[in-house]
């Protein structure tokens, strides 16, 4: 197993981690106020928030789990897409929720003391950074699956190893 590849593999673990753990803070924030409040709000911007929280848990959870130095870890790449295409998707949650509030456009991050805006926005961020993260790691995932297997050919032959039994 090269150290290039493990050193990577860590380092985009932790960042998946702790964007993971910068939004999960930010939307549970917004959840605990909304649910203290005693105002009868709407179901659908919760189900959103709380899909995005769930999100945050579950990658944080398979970001701790994967973190320990095992070569399967390398090989849970279609779980790492799967998590990538689901943080895109709380992303888009993020955008959309964004637009309903007056805090400009969505790619300007000037916060002008606006602590709500500011918040939000950092979410935002800190989602598209999560799934970034997690396309990187799948790709890593997939870069040293298929280097292992050329790895095991000699001459473009595939050797057998000892003791196991051909299938002709």
């Not at 493990?6 to 981690?17: N, P």
């Not at 002008?112 to 790691?137: N, T």
Request: hydrophobic residues 55%.
């Amino acid at each position: 197993m090269p150290v290039i590849s493990r050193l990577a593999s860590i380092i985009l673990r932790i960042a998946e981690i702790a964007f993971a753990a910068v939004v999960a803070g930010v939307i549970g924030h917004y959840l605990a106020q909304l649910n203290h409040s005693g105002v009868d709000v709407d179901w659908w911007p919760q189900s959103r928030w709380i899909y995005t929280e769930v999100i945050a848990g579950l990658s944080i959870l398979l970001g701790l789990i994967w973190l320990i130095p095992f070569s399967s870890g390398f090989f849970s790449w279609p779980m790492d897409i799967i998590i990538s295409l689901a943080w895109f998707a709380a992303f888009g949650v993020l955008v959309d929720t964004l637009r309903q509030l007056d805090c400009g456009s969505i790619w300007s991050w000037r916060f002008r003391g606006d602590r709500i805006c500011g918040r939000w926005k950092a979410a935002e961020a800190f989602s598209f950074l999560s799934a970034i993260v997690w396309l990187v790691s799948a790709i890593v995932g997939i870069w040293f699956t298929f280097r292992k297997r050329d790895n095991n050919t000699t001459d473009g032959v595939r050797r057998r190893r000892w003791g196991r039994r051909s299938a002709v």
